[in-house]
């Protein structure tokens, strides 16, 4: 069983940047941020594996996924945020695929935090 609680969500103008930050009970796992906006489906944002990182097209190196082992904390760094970017985000742990961005994928998750940007 893996805990996850993510924080960090919050309003931004569009153009401004937020650090999402998930503390889990462990982060030797694969790990991926997922977002899901209102009455859409919940979508992969990006995935830290062992042997990297795989980002979502749509956001053309906008966003940084990282994991601080000191910590057990997983990061997502968000810059140049844009309104499409309005959604609630989660952390998710242990995927046995590489790299996915699958929702099936993922076994554990958080409760989620809210990012709203404004134009």
């Known amino acids: 069983q893996v805990q996850l609680e993510e924080s960090g969500g919050g309003s931004v103008q569009a153009g401004g940047s937020l650090r999402l930050s998930c503390a889990a009970s462990?982060?030797?796992?694969?790990m991926a941020w997922f977002r899901q906006a209102a009455g859409k489906e919940r979508e992969g944002v990006a995935v830290?594996?062992?042997?990297?990182?795989r980002y979502a097209e749509f956001l053309k190196g906008r966003f940084t996924i990282s994991k601080d082992h000191a910590k057990n904390t997983l990061s997502l760094q968000m810059n140049n945020l844009k309104p499409e970017d309005t959604a609630m985000y989660y952390c998710?742990?242990?995927?046995?695929?590489?790299?996915?961005?699958?929702?099936?994928?993922?076994?554990?998750w958080g409760q989620g935090t809210q990012v709203t940007v404004s134009s």
């Open positions: 998710a742990a242990s995927s046995p695929q590489p790299f996915s961005l699958n929702v099936r994928d993922y076994n554990y």
């Open positions: 462990s982060i030797n796992y694969r």
């Open positions: 830290i594996d062992y042997g990297g990182t």
